[in-house]
T-cell receptor, first 112, second 112 residues
């Protein structure tokens, strides 16, 4: 497709379960970003890849959060042992070098 | 610390009226500045960006923004609002096109 694609759009999990969120960036975009958007807030940076290299993971809230982009294209954000405070919309963005970020529609994660 | 402030949480205007959404930032270097719009259940769409040069920038959907370095501001304007402009608006800053720091957003409501 032409845009950033994220799946699933909605995910409901029980507290303590592991979840995996997928992001398909725009073809040719070397940079990929993950953001977390809590209800009523602006997005907050989680992590950043340039190709397959994770250059910045300073925003990951705990060691339960893990992101990868093994072939420099699709990325997966994994959250282990989910907790209620992990409930949020997770946004993925991609960009060409030096260009603005294009965002996907996000994955809404609800932890029960 | 780097931050973005959007002082207005919620703004209501009549269709056809002019609009100005405020954004102030605190950033150590010359920032890259962005305005994004988010409709319910969707990702963020780029309205406009400022990297350098002319401080008045034009964007999509008839929006414009003016960078005022002395006031650390990047306010978004539109001369005549349409009902379809109702959405959440986010101001963001970054260095180069690295990770973005977002404000908390301004919700725009448009009355007929």
């Amino acid at each position: 497709g032409a845009g950033v694609s994220q799946s699933p759009r909605y995910k409901v999990a029980k507290r303590g379960q592991d979840v995996a969120l997928r992001c398909d960036p725009i073809s040719g975009h070397v940079s990929l970003f993950w953001y977390q958007q809590a209800l009523g807030q602006g997005p907050e940076f989680l992590t950043y890849f340039q190709n397959e290299a994770q250059l910045d993971k300073s925003g990951l809230p705990s060691d339960r959060f893990f992101a990868e982009r093994p072939e420099g294209s699709v990325s997966t954000l994994k959250i282990q042992r989910t907790q209620q405070e992990d409930s949020a919309v997770y946004l993925c963005a991609s960009s060409r070098e030096g260009q603005p970020q294009h965002f996907g529609d996000g994955t809404r994660l609800s932890i029960l | 610390a780097q931050s973005v402030t959007q002082p207005d949480i919620h703004i209501t205007v009549s269709e056809g009226a002019s609009l100005e959404l405020r954004c102030n930032y605190s950033y150590g270097a010359t920032p890259y500045l962005f305005w994004y719009v988010q409709s319910p259940g969707q990702g963020l769409q780029l309205l406009l960006k400022y990297f350098s040069g002319d401080t008045l920038v034009q964007g999509i959907k008839g929006f414009e923004a003016e960078f005022k370095r002395s006031q650390s501001s990047f306010n978004l304007r539109k001369p005549s609002v349409h009902w379809s402009d109702a959405a959440e608006y986010f101001c963001a800053v970054g260095y180069n096109t690295d990770k973005l720091i977002f404000g908390t957003g301004t919700r725009l409501q448009v009355f007929p």
